[in-house]
């Protein structure tokens, strides 16, 4: 039996098809530009996305820290929200690679308030102040929210007031449209660029891409090298990218529609609250029983489910195309056993 993979969409492994396409690759140099599977994920990404360009990368990390070695000066303030993937998940990279300053705000269920982003940008030159570089947004967020497009409609019209470009980490843009029933387009319409990972609910195995206008991937492409991030025969890695956004990025709902169907199931076992409101592939919940979370997690992994430990109590259970209903439904049976023994 495989193991059940709650841990994260992260762990999808390439399909059948990607398997096959990979091992059939036309490939070249891409760092001449050579490669024709990378140049043509890069078309379709920018396509998709409503821009003029994109570049390819390993990780979504990677095309995170290079929207904002690309858009942002030295010294300068970057304003983001405090629970974003950018501050939290990121080893600090942006003080590393960039040497900016991140300046937080807090969310509203990870949406900026607009009357914070104005509030806190720095509006007159002075030279004890760092300068606003750049705004950061995240939608699907890392908290499992979708983020309401009017809440990004008035960030963007304060930004352009004040000439501050703003970077959307898209990592998970193909479920925040499927959420909103809307076109990927219409999301990254309110940023200059924006970045989304392959490598996860889409099943490559790797690569993100990052997207915006000719000048700046121009741009992008430079510091691409400046961080070791020119590949080379990288079309055997795109071509999987290629099915992701021909075929993957159009299933995604059912991975939402189990989550939810996963959220109802843990409710019935009456011991377990949903914190937050189930709208992609994300369920987080707390359990409301004392336990030793130690052997929790080992009597899982003993029944070939993996789990992460809980942050603070909470735990997040993640759906992908590799979780159906009756691996939920397996999953549900072995929370409730260990709790009745």
């Given at each position: 039996?495989?193991?059940?993979?709650?841990?994260?969409?992260?762990?999808?492994?390439?399909?059948?098809?990607?398997?096959?396409?990979?091992?059939?690759?036309?490939?070249?140099?891409?760092?001449y530009?050579?490669?024709?599977?990378?140049?043509?994920?890069?078309?379709?990404?920018?396509?998709i996305?409503g821009?003029?360009?994109?570049?390819?990368?390993?990780?979504?990390?990677?095309?995170?820290?290079?929207?904002?070695?690309?858009?942002?000066?030295?010294?300068?303030?970057?304003?983001?929200?405090?629970?974003?993937?950018?501050?939290?998940?990121?080893?600090?990279?942006?003080?590393?690679?960039?040497g900016?300053?991140?300046?937080?705000?807090?969310?509203?269920?990870?949406?900026?308030?607009?009357?914070k982003?104005?509030?806190?940008?720095?509006?007159?030159?002075?030279?004890?102040?760092?300068?606003?570089?750049?705004?950061?947004?995240?939608n699907?967020?890392?908290?499992?929210?979708?983020?309401?497009?009017?809440?990004?409609?008035?960030?963007?019209?304060?930004?352009?007031?004040?000439?501050?470009?703003?970077?959307?980490?898209?990592?998970?843009?193909?479920?925040?449209?499927?959420?909103?029933?809307?076109?990927?387009?219409?999301?990254a319409?309110?940023?200059d660029?924006?970045?989304?990972?392959?490598?996860?609910?889409l099943c490559?195995p790797?690569?993100?891409?990052?997207?915006?206008?000719?000048?700046?991937?121009k741009?992008?492409?430079?510091?691409?090298?400046?961080?070791?991030?020119?590949?080379?025969?990288?079309?055997?890695?795109?071509?999987?990218?290629?099915?992701a956004?021909?075929?993957?990025?159009?299933r995604?709902?059912?991975?939402?529609?189990?989550?939810?169907y996963?959220?109802?199931?843990?409710?019935k076992?009456?011991?377990?609250?949903?914190?937050e409101e189930?709208?992609?592939?994300?369920?987080?919940?707390?359990?409301?029983?004392?336990?030793?979370?130690?052997?929790?997690?080992?009597?899982?992994?003993?029944?070939?489910i993996k789990?992460?430990?809980?942050?603070?109590g909470?735990?997040r259970?993640?759906?992908?195309?590799?979780?159906?209903?009756?691996?939920?439904?397996?999953?549900?049976?072995k929370?409730?056993?260990?709790?009745?023994?």
């Amino acid at each position: 039996m495989m193991y059940i993979d709650l841990r994260s969409d992260t762990v999808t492994q390439p399909t059948e098809e990607m398997r096959k396409a990979m091992c059939y690759a036309e490939v070249g140099d891409d760092v001449y530009g050579d490669d024709p599977t990378v140049n043509k994920l890069e078309r379709m990404a920018a396509e998709i996305l409503g821009k003029e360009d994109a570049v390819f990368v390993p990780s979504g990390t990677f095309a995170n820290q290079l929207a904002l070695f690309t858009h942002c000066e030295r010294g300068n303030e970057v304003i983001l929200g405090e629970d974003t993937h950018i501050v939290q998940h990121e080893a600090g990279a942006s003080a590393i690679i960039s040497g900016v300053q991140l300046r937080t705000i807090e969310t509203y269920k990870g949406m900026l308030p607009p009357e914070k982003v104005l509030e806190t940008i720095r509006k007159v030159e002075d030279i004890h102040y760092p300068r606003t570089g750049l705004i950061c947004l995240e939608n699907a967020h890392s908290n499992g929210r979708v983020i309401p497009l009017s809440n990004f409609e008035e960030i963007k019209s304060i930004a352009d007031k004040y000439d501050i470009p703003i970077h959307l980490d898209g990592a998970r843009i193909f479920n925040a449209a499927v959420a909103l029933d809307i076109d990927p387009k219409e999301i990254a319409k309110y940023a200059d660029s924006v970045s989304f990972c392959l490598s996860k609910g889409l099943c490559a195995p790797i690569g993100s891409l990052l997207v915006g206008s000719k000048d700046f991937i121009k741009e992008a492409r430079r510091k691409r090298k400046i961080m070791g991030g020119g590949m080379r025969q990288a079309g055997i890695i795109a071509a999987a990218g290629i099915i992701a956004l021909e075929k993957m990025r159009f299933r995604l709902y059912e991975d939402h529609e189990n989550a939810q169907y996963l959220a109802n199931e843990l409710l019935k076992l009456g011991f377990i609250d949903i914190l937050e409101e189930v709208e992609i592939n994300m369920v987080f919940f707390r359990i409301k029983k004392e336990f030793i979370e130690e052997e929790f997690i080992k009597h899982m992994l003993t029944n070939k489910i993996k789990i992460n430990p809980s942050e603070n109590g909470i735990f997040r259970f993640v759906t992908h195309y590799w979780i159906k209903k009756k691996d939920i439904d397996y999953v549900v049976d072995k929370i409730k056993e260990f709790f009745k023994n």
